[in-house]
């Protein structure tokens, strides 16, 4: 089976621009996760969906972040404007059900220049 | 609120040999889960081992087995007989009943030939 399928791999724009990062989870999984993850703060969760509904976006940093799941396959994660402390490794990730043990995609390296 | 500590920044062991990485977390749930994951230089997030705070049996997968201490809420990792292929970033990592991961700030482990 597929795992969790994020793209690009890598991200490099400059300041102001408008960067979505996609995410679809493994099917059939219920719950999907976004994760940031910096040397400073380490792993972050930034939001969560329960049958593509936004259940906590509490670690959502400010308003440019926003994130959405139009049908259980598909999730995305925008930021506009981007800044350049928005550089970091962003994680999607998809469970079967809650408290499961999470599955990880393999992350997108964001550099805003 | 719940809290993930790793206190030891950086491990070292020699091929063959066992250790042992420290995970200390602060809940006030009483139902909660507890991972730790790997995270190779591939940057992949790599689950190693479950434990449910309500089972009293410390879980075990292969070569890797935790302690688990609940009244001190203490979470550790023994990796028996290291490979080289365990080199990587360890993360601890605790799950409560709202499905939300809080991680530590990650072991380095350095296997020696």
């Known amino acids: 089976d597929a795992g969790v399928i994020q793209s690009p791999r890598h991200e490099v724009t400059e300041m102001g621009q408008e960067v979505t990062l996609r995410c679809k989870p493994i099917?059939?999984?219920?719950?999907l996760f976004w994760y940031r993850q910096t040397m400073m703060r380490g792993l972050e969760l930034l939001i969560y969906?329960?049958?593509?509904?936004?259940?906590?976006d509490s670690g959502m940093p400010e308003d440019r972040f926003s994130a959405k799941m139009p049908n259980a396959s598909f999730s995305t994660l925008k930021i506009q404007p981007s800044e350049p402390r928005d550089s970091a490794v962003y994680f999607c990730a998809s469970a079967i059900g809650g408290n499961q043990p999470q599955h990880f995609g393999d992350g997108t390296r964001l550099s805003i220049l | 609120a719940q809290t993930v500590t790793q206190s030891q920044p950086e491990m070292s062991v020699q091929e063959a040999e066992t250790v042992t990485l420290s995970c200390t977390y602060d809940t006030s749930e009483s139902d909660y889960y507890l991972f730790w994951y790997k995270q190779p230089p591939s940057r992949q997030m790599i689950l190693v081992i479950r434990q449910e705070a309500y089972k009293q049996q410390n879980a075990t997968e292969n070569r890797f087995s935790v302690n688990f201490q609940k009244a001190a809420k203490s979470f550790s990792l023994k990796i028996s007989d290291s490979q080289l292929g365990d080199a990587a970033m360890y993360f601890c990592?605790?799950?409560?009943?709202?499905?939300?991961?809080?991680f530590g700030g990650g072991t380095r482990l350095m296997v020696k030939p």
């Open positions: 990592a605790c799950d409560n009943a709202g499905n939300m991961l809080t």
């Open positions: 969906f329960n049958n593509n509904v936004p259940i906590d």
């Open positions: 099917s059939g999984h219920d719950y």
